[in-house]
């Protein structure tokens, strides 16, 4: 049963809180079910007691008696306030220990792993102890304790993956630690949960969990820098890239290109996804994307430019070479 | 028999009361009677719901296909916070406000409430602050921030247009308009009760309001500091809630001391409404009196000590998050209790199924939800889990509506024949009732769901993920129901009003002193009344040898 029970919640109910895949997710997951059957308990006795009593004590025709006029009961009262007041407790203990698993304190001089910033609208990733830096796809170890640092870089926004366990603010001005022990490797959907302006339905994120050596090849490679194109329509690309307004905003590792205003583009190909989540990234979509940013997306910090076709084409065939 | 009390003439109110009460328009305007603000308040209510009303259906239609087009990004945002805006401040505030400055004074055996012409400015301010803030429409967009509008988003830099200035303006004068009703509505409780009428012997409707009113007191100004600091931030360059020398955290702790208090404000009188409703609708005086009354004041307290809890995510550590748990936890109590109390006054009466007793039964249901809901997001770790997800707009909106609005839904029908004189249609009252019910849970449970499986709250659109497309279709046809169920609301008042049945005085067989004057009363609410006695006077009245014992 239970065996078939997780298939159905996988199966049915991926991407969410009910497919826990951390050690904090799976303590959150508990308390969540073990809280839930008691409310919904405490609900059934309500509806029950609701209907019960209407049939029951309907007024019925023609009947003109005086129903007895009580006025309380001191029994029914101490233990229509004490029940309630055991269950509370009760759960208020488990929270308490959850709480002290799932957010211990962080001592002031731990280093995180991952600091990852929140902009209006896309992730920021900065590996501490490698040069990579990504956006929107980060990259996890699996089986390991970790240490996230969260930041902002303009208003709120909140950090979640409903399948790796709490969410955290990011604020401004005041950095936050989460701490995060993957079950396994796999791919879960991440999202920001505090509304933090016109595209905040699009600031989605893909984490992906890698096993030891997966992860180790992953930061190998996207540790290193970009190199120049090979082909003639990129390196046209390239050129305008550097010489344009892209390079203001934008970083790509391994040339003068130094801005970090938006996300980092060193390995923009290798990531699934672009604009935090909104569309795969592939030569259309991103074609589309520079030729009207403000269509596309709207609200987002990316300008229009004006560009014309045949440098929108060597942008997109730049940017799909960064590997 | 008791002697009867000769009610006092309020003189400054009423210089003249042979002045004719059909002047139209004008007298509306220029009325200082508490009865036709009263009315005014909830006719407020009543426009400004159409409008929320119509700003959820929009963005419901928007929300009912993944990927959808047809509002911008923008206009969404405009349109959530607004209708958030709209319905918290120019809604569920007039309507509760209606309720309390129409019936505390006849409650209570007064002609008038204390400060009539301070009741009449109370009620143009809030008016006006509703019109102040929807002229930022026209002023070049609408708030874009939500309606707890936090930091730094609420500022110039990252919300460029007047809306937030707008938003801000308006809320403090519709808040200087609650806070003179609460002093106005505290000052006629304790000065102008009819002779008798202890404040233990208070009809529990009248008790709610009169401790909602401290509750009031006490809340707004944290609300209106924080959007006067939020005005110098965005017109003068100061830095309250920027990370520059501020603290974008400072608006939250601001805003939800007022914000949490804010949601007992508007629900307290409910539960006051549903306290007349249950006993008078089951033939019995109300289980409990007292702890009903106390856990009100519990309830108040509480308020204070609790706002932290819509904060669990912004990383406070153990102890700060311990404290606001438990205190979320036991303001569950005073309120959980409420709900046995209701239902042990039904148990053993006899109950009649009118459409306000109606509202009344399916509230216990759907608070019920409401508030379990709540104690989940006491739970921190599953507040981790869940906040800003669909799960809290379901939430909320069971205690607001399931709630709030279902007891405005009872006072209305309740109350209507006493304020026009004339009955609603109680067969087309159940329809709009089930119709209401239905489309209500339809909207709101399958929330829930959307929440748990990660549908983060005021998202424009959203990905075409498993079972997100039809939940969102089910909650938009839903959204449509209650949209019928609003426009029938509005034929069966306007019907009640031009052909609904005379009333007449006491057409419920009430227990309390509304009742004894006539339906709508005159400008003079009463000229006699007999000694109160008992907690409920009418009931005395009627049955000398079953009087209640206090």
């Not at chain 1, 090979?230 to 892209?246: P, R, V, W």
């Not at chain 2, 429409?137 to 609408?142: P, V």
């Not at chain 2, 930091?151 to 403090?172: M, Q, T, V």
Request: charged share 15%; hydrophobic share 50%; aromatic share 14%.
């Amino acid at each position: 049963m239970p065996i078939f029970y997780s298939h159905i919640i996988h199966v049915f109910f991926c991407q969410s809180m009910l497919n826990p895949s951390s050690t904090q997710a799976h303590d959150i997951y508990a308390l969540f079910q073990s809280f839930h059957i008691a409310a919904f308990g405490m609900l059934a006795l309500i509806i029950f007691l609701s209907f019960f009593i209407s049939i029951k004590y309907r007024k019925k025709k023609n009947d003109d008696s005086i129903p007895k006029q009580t006025t309380g009961n001191k029994t029914l009262e101490v233990f229509m306030i004490s029940i309630p007041t055991l269950l509370l407790i009760y759960f208020f203990y488990q929270s308490f220990n959850v709480m002290k698993a799932v957010e211990p304190a962080v001592a002031g001089d731990a280093t995180p792993d991952i600091i990852i910033t929140g902009h209006q609208f896309w992730w920021d990733a900065n590996y501490t102890n490698s040069k990579v830096v990504t956006a929107n796809e980060i990259h996890l170890p699996a089986g390991k304790k970790i240490l996230l640092e969260l930041r902002a870089a303009d208003v709120i926004h909140s950090f979640w993956v409903p399948e790796l366990g709490n969410k955290m603010d990011m604020i401004p001005g005041k950095p936050n630690f989460i701490y995060l022990d993957i079950d396994k490797p796999g791919s879960y959907a991440g999202l920001c949960s505090e509304f933090c302006g016109a595209e905040h339905a699009w600031m989605r994120m893909d984490i992906v969990a890698q096993n030891e050596k997966d992860y180790a090849d992953w930061l190998a490679q996207n540790s290193t820098d970009a190199t120049l194109p090979k082909d003639s329509l990129a390196m046209e690309g390239s050129e305008i890239f550097q010489t344009g307004t892209c390079a203001s905003c934008h970083r790509i590792r391994g040339t003068n290109s130094l801005g970090v205003v938006g996300p980092d583009l060193t390995h923009f190909d290798s990531r699934k996804k672009m604009l935090g989540g909104m569309m795969n990234v592939d030569s259309m979509n991103i074609y589309k994307w520079i030729s009207d940013p403000q269509k596309v997306k709207p609200g987002s910090k990316m300008p229009d430019f004006i560009f014309n076709k045949d440098t929108l084409q060597a942008l997109t065939a730049y940017l799909l070479q960064l590997k | 028999m008791s002697e009867k009390n000769i009610i006092p003439e309020p003189q400054q109110s009423l210089p003249n009361t042979n002045v004719s009460n059909d002047q139209g328009l004008l007298q509306w305007i220029s009325s200082v009677d508490h009865k036709q603000i009263g009315i005014m308040y909830l006719l407020m209510a009543l426009l400004f719901f159409i409008v929320g009303g119509a700003f959820a259906l929009l963005m419901r239609v928007q929300l009912a296909v993944p990927n959808n087009h047809f509002l911008s990004p923008e206009t969404y945002n405009q349109l959530f916070t607004m209708h958030g805006t709209t319905m918290i401040f120019f809604v569920l505030m007039p309507a509760i406000f209606g309720f309390s400055v129409y019936f505390t004074p006849l409650m209570i055996g007064a002609n008038e409430m204390a400060f009539p012409r301070l009741n009449a400015f109370s009620l143009w301010m809030t008016f006006f602050g509703g019109l102040i803030l929807y002229f930022s429409f026209a002023a070049g967009g609408a708030p874009d921030a939500g309606w707890f509008n936090y930091a730094p988003l609420n500022e110039h830099n990252y919300s460029s247009s007047k809306g937030i200035d707008y938003y801000c303006l308006g809320l403090l004068l519709s808040g200087i308009g609650s806070l003179t009703t609460a002093i106005n509505l505290i000052v006629t409780v304790l000065h102008y009760r009819i002779k008798g009428m202890r404040l233990n012997k208070l009809p529990l409707f009248v008790w709610m309001v009169f401790v909602n009113a401290f509750l009031i007191v006490a809340a707004l100004p944290a609300l209106n500091a924080a959007l006067s600091m939020l005005i110098l931030d965005r017109q003068f360059d100061a830095h309250f809630f920027t990370a520059a020398g501020g603290s974008a955290l400072l608006w939250q702790h601001l805003f939800w001391l007022f914000g949490h208090p804010e949601v007992y404000i508007v629900v307290l009188p409910a539960f006051g409404i549903y306290s007349e409703v249950f006993p008078v609708f089951s033939g019995k005086p109300i289980f409990g009196y007292n702890i009903v009354a106390a856990s009100s004041v519990a309830i108040a307290l509480l308020a204070f000590g609790v706002w932290m809890h819509h904060m669990f995510a912004v990383g406070s550590g153990l102890v700060v998050n311990s404290f606001f748990s438990a205190s979320s936890m036991l303001i569950g109590i005073p309120t959980g209790i409420k709900i046995f109390n209701w239902l042990a006054t039904m148990y053993g009466g006899k109950i009649r199924f009118t459409v306000s007793m109606l509202f009344a039964i399916a509230f216990l249901i759907e608070f019920t939800i409401g508030g379990l809901t709540g104690i989940a997001f006491s739970i921190v770790p599953i507040d981790w889990q869940l906040t800003d997800t669909y799960y809290v707009v379901a939430h909320l909106h069971y205690v607001f509506i399931g709630g709030s609005v279902f007891g405005m839904m009872c006072g209305l029908f309740y109350w209507f024949p006493k304020m026009t004189g004339r009955m609603l249609n109680e067969k087309l009252g159940k329809w709009f009732f089930w119709l209401f019910v239905i489309g209500f849970n339809a909207t709101f449970f399958v929330q829930h769901i959307l929440g748990i499986l990660g549908m983060a709250r005021r998202v424009y659109t959203y990905p075409d993920y498993k079972w997100y497309g039809l939940l969102n279709f089910i909650s938009t046809v839903g959204a449509m129901l209650m949209g019928v169920a609003g426009l029938l609301l509005v034929y069966i008042i306007f019907k009640g009003l031009r052909k609904g049945k005379k009333a007449p005085a006491d057409p419920w067989d009430g227990f309390t002193l509304e009742w004894t004057t006539s339906s709508p009363p005159g400008l003079k609410n009463f000229d006699t009344i007999t000694e109160v006695t008992g907690r409920r006077p009418l009931w005395d009245l009627k049955h000398p040898d079953m009087r209640d014992k206090m």
